[in-house]
C-alpha cells in the first residue's frame, strides 16, 4: 500500500465518520422529524429506496477496497496524466456533501427558500457527479488492476452513482415537494 492509498484510507475513515455522524446529529437534533426527508416521494418506492441505500453502501466499500488495497498506485493511469492522488479529491466531492445535505434539508424543510433549495440540490448533484467520476476512474483502471476484483469495484461504483445521481440527484428532488 502506497502512501496516497494509505491516506485515500484515512480521508474515507474520517468522512465515513463525519457522514455517519452527520445523520446522527441531524435525526437528533430534529427529533421525530426523520420522515420529512422524504418528501413527498411515495411509498411505493420508499422500498426500493432503501434497498438501493443498502447496495449503494455496500458498492461504496468494494470501490474502496479496491483502491487502497487491490489497485497499483504505482502504476495507476489517468486521463491527462493524472495521479492517483486525484481520486482523493473525487471522494471529498463524494463525502463533504454527503455530511451537509441533512443539515441543508432539514434548513430548507424549516425556511424554504429558492437559495436553499437550489443549495440542496447542488450539493446532491456534486455526490452524483463524484460518484459517476468514480466509475470513469474504475473503468479506466482495467490495464493495472490485478483482474479478480476489479469487476465487482467497477460494479458497486456503478450501483452507488445509480443511487447518488439518479435517485438522490434527479428522483428525489422531483417528489420531495
Given at each position: 500500500?502506497?502512501?496516497?492509498?494509505?491516506?485515500?484510507?484515512?480521508v474515507n475513515i474520517i468522512g465515513g465518520i463525519l457522514v455517519l455522524g452527520s445523520y446522527v446529529f441531524g435525526l437528533v437534533s430534529n427529533p421525530g422529524?426523520?420522515?420529512?426527508?422524504?418528501?413527498?416521494?411515495?411509498?411505493?418506492?420508499?422500498?426500493?429506496?432503501?434497498?438501493?441505500?443498502?447496495?449503494?453502501?455496500?458498492?461504496?466499500?468494494?470501490?474502496?477496497?479496491?483502491?487502497?488495497?487491490?489497485?497499483?498506485?504505482?502504476?495507476?493511469?489517468?486521463?491527462?496524466?493524472?495521479?492517483?492522488?486525484?481520486?482523493?479529491?473525487?471522494?471529498?466531492?463524494?463525502?463533504?456533501?454527503?455530511?451537509?445535505?441533512?443539515?441543508?434539508?432539514?434548513?430548507?424543510?424549516?425556511?424554504?427558500?429558492?437559495?436553499?433549495?437550489?443549495?440542496?440540490?447542488?450539493?446532491?448533484?456534486?455526490?452524483?457527479?463524484?460518484?459517476?467520476?468514480?466509475?470513469?476512474?474504475?473503468?479506466?483502471?482495467?490495464?493495472?488492476?490485478?483482474?479478480?476484483?476489479?469487476?465487482?469495484?467497477?460494479?458497486?461504483?456503478?450501483?452507488?452513482?445509480?443511487?447518488?445521481?439518479?435517485?438522490?440527484?434527479?428522483?428525489?428532488?422531483?417528489?420531495?415537494?
Amino acid at each position: 500500500m502506497t502512501l496516497s492509498q494509505k491516506t485515500l484510507l484515512i480521508v474515507n475513515i474520517i468522512g465515513g465518520i463525519l457522514v455517519l455522524g452527520s445523520y446522527v446529529f441531524g435525526l437528533v437534533s430534529n427529533p421525530g422529524r426523520g420522515m420529512e426527508l422524504w418528501g413527498n416521494l411515495p411509498e411505493a418506492i420508499r422500498p426500493v429506496y432503501t434497498a438501493s441505500m443498502f447496495a449503494a453502501a455496500a458498492g461504496y466499500f468494494f470501490f474502496l477496497y479496491h483502491l487502497v488495497f487491490r489497485a497499483n498506485a504505482n502504476t495507476f493511469k489517468l486521463p491527462f496524466g493524472l495521479p492517483f492522488y486525484t481520486v482523493h479529491i473525487v471522494f471529498m466531492m463524494i463525502l463533504v456533501p454527503s455530511a451537509i445535505w441533512m443539515s441543508l434539508t432539514f434548513a430548507y424543510i424549516d425556511a424554504p427558500s429558492v437559495w436553499m433549495w437550489a443549495l440542496v440540490r447542488v450539493t446532491l448533484f456534486t455526490v452524483g457527479v463524484g460518484s459517476a467520476l468514480l466509475v470513469a476512474i474504475l473503468m479506466s483502471l482495467k490495464a493495472t488492476s490485478p483482474g479478480q476484483f476489479w469487476w465487482p469495484s467497477v460494479a458497486g461504483a456503478t450501483v452507488f452513482t445509480f443511487h447518488t445521481l439518479v435517485l438522490d440527484a434527479t428522483v428525489w428532488p422531483i417528489y420531495f415537494h
